[in-house]
């Protein structure tokens, strides 16, 4: 079990994550000397990881800090979160920023962990939270669905390539409807997962009231959206999936088109571009929001955009609120 009263931490320890290797940098109270060690990026690593540091440490409130850099960092991170250690994932983007402002000339494993431990102390971030054991088995379902997918359409393409033999043109198309099925067999495990949970259940049928999320849409969103509890508002939800718009403005000459961050959860924009056209469309809310953006000269692409992070935020009320999609009350309550 997680805990909740632990003392915030004063030393921290900043792991770079690769695929086999953790290098970590333990940056002690000020005055302190550093210290810096390797370790396996598995179990027994990150056993060894947490050990080391607890030996320089003692009782010393003690946290941990790496980036939010993809699956390689994910095993590292629930191991220190079910240990009840102080975790934080923290986007990377924040991290390489705050080493240009710092003048960091080396870009090396060891350069890069003592930076995430000096980030740490400085920013203090909060403790990450796993998700439960339910979402995160979704998870891991709906990413591995995706990728299979991801795969079978650039099987597709190679139909075209010229040449192409008869023997290989078979051999793709039975590529294609192998990943196809192994797709599908783990779209209805999903399904099935979704099924037995009482909240994946309540949660799914939530999200489906708002028009323009579909079963896809609605998967996507329990697999990678965390409790909204976690957030304070919507607009830290959808920053979360770095669909926060980033203005860039200085003077009175230079100002150039707002964009999305696009600083967040990759997987979860992607799950929202379909749906945000659909919404457009049947989505009374958020057809009127696309259609003044549009009269009010911004690109159509834009406007989508603005539409998926609108999208994003209805269904993050929902979820906190436990209530169906109300298009009277939404208005009033999302910017």
């Known amino acids: 079990m997680v805990r909740t009263d632990r003392p915030a931490p004063t030393t921290w320890v900043g792991i770079d994550v690769s695929q086999d290797t953790l290098d970590a940098c333990l940056l002690p109270a000020p005055g302190g000397k550093h210290h810096a060690r390797s370790f396996p990026n598995d179990p027994a690593g990150h056993a060894a990881l947490a050990a080391w540091a607890d030996a320089h440490t003692g009782d010393t409130p003690l946290g941990f800090c790496l980036e939010s850099t993809g699956p390689y960092g994910e095993a590292l991170a629930t191991f220190l979160a079910d240990a009840g250690r102080h975790v934080a994932v923290v986007n990377p983007a924040r991290v390489k920023y705050a080493g240009l402002m ?41 990413r591995r669905r995706d990728d299979l997918r991801q795969l079978a359409a650039r099987e597709k393409t190679r139909l075209a390539t010229p040449g192409l033999t008869p023997a290989a043109r078979a051999s793709i198309r039975r590529t294609v409807a192998f990943l196809g099925k192994e797709a599908d067999r783990l779209q209805s495990l999903a399904d099935d997962l979704i099924a037995a949970s009482e909240r994946l259940r309540a949660d799914r049928d939530l999200l489906r009231t708002i028009p323009g999320i579909g079963p896809v849409a609605a998967h996507a969103l329990l697999a990678e959206l965390p409790d909204p509890s976690r ?20 003077g009175t000459s230079v100002k150039k088109r707002t964009r999305l961050s696009k600083a967040g959860n990759a997987r979860l924009r992607k799950a929202l571009y379909l749906p945000a056209m659909t919404a457009i469309r049947f989505n009374p809310l958020v057809g009127a929001f696309y259609a003044r953006l549009v009269e009010a000269g911004k690109a159509k692409m834009a406007a989508l955009g603005a ?27 999302a910017p």
């Open 102 to 142: 710092r003048g960091q000339g080396n870009k090396t494993d060891r350069a890069d962990a003592r930076l995430i431990a000096e980030y740490a102390a400085r920013e203090r971030p909060p403790a990450w939270h796993p998700p439960t054991p339910d979402v995160r088995e979704l998870q891991a379902l709906s």
């Open 231 to 250: 957030f304070a508002t919507a607009q830290q939800a959808a920053a979360y999936a770095g669909l926060a718009p980033r203005e860039y403005r200085s």
């Open 307 to 333: 539409c998926m992070r609108k999208l994003l935020m209805i269904a993050y009320g929902v979820l906190k609120s436990r209530t169906p999609f109300d298009p009277s009350r939404a208005s009033r309550t």
